[in-house]
């Protein structure tokens, strides 16, 4: 089965900086459009981000425009998601899936099931 884990989050303080990965667990992820989710305590998981598979297109929620930034190394087998200018609201547990792909532009829809363990970001003073 797909699987995906994802790394990076942490503690930072309001207008800071974290870089979150997603590396391909026994497989690549290559040939597949990849997409950022999140999940706040009692709140649904939402879209953030996500990229094509050749990383032409990329899409972006309109809470984090302007401050995240996705990325891809097919050679690496990686899918960061550099996230500045880091406010309270970001706080969450993110996650990175396969996503369904609209006329050659990525979605932040998916139909992925196997979610993984997700990494933590917290911003706090």
């Known amino acids: 089965q797909l699987q995906l884990v994802e790394s990076g989050g942490g503690l930072v303080q309001p207008g800071g900086s974290l870089r979150l990965s997603c590396a391909g667990s026994?497989?690549?992820?290559?040939?597949?459009?990849i997409g950022w989710f999140r999940q706040a305590p009692g709140k649904e998981r939402e879209g953030v981000s996500c990229?094509?598979?050749?990383?032409?297109?990329?899409n972006y929620a309109d809470s984090v425009k302007g401050r995240f930034t996705i990325s891809r190394d097919n050679g690496k087998n990686t899918v960061a998601l550099q996230m500045n200018s880091l406010k309270p609201e970001d706080t969450a547990v993110y996650y990175c899936?396969?996503?369904?792909?609209?006329?050659?532009?990525?979605?932040?829809?998916?139909?992925?099931?196997?979610w993984g363990q997700g990494t933590q970001v917290t911003v706090s003073s």
């Open positions: 899936a396969p996503v369904l792909v609209v006329q050659a532009m990525c979605t932040m829809r998916t139909t992925y099931r196997y």
């Open positions: 026994r497989f690549t992820l290559n040939g597949y459009a």
């Open positions: 990229i094509s598979s050749s990383g032409a297109s990329t």
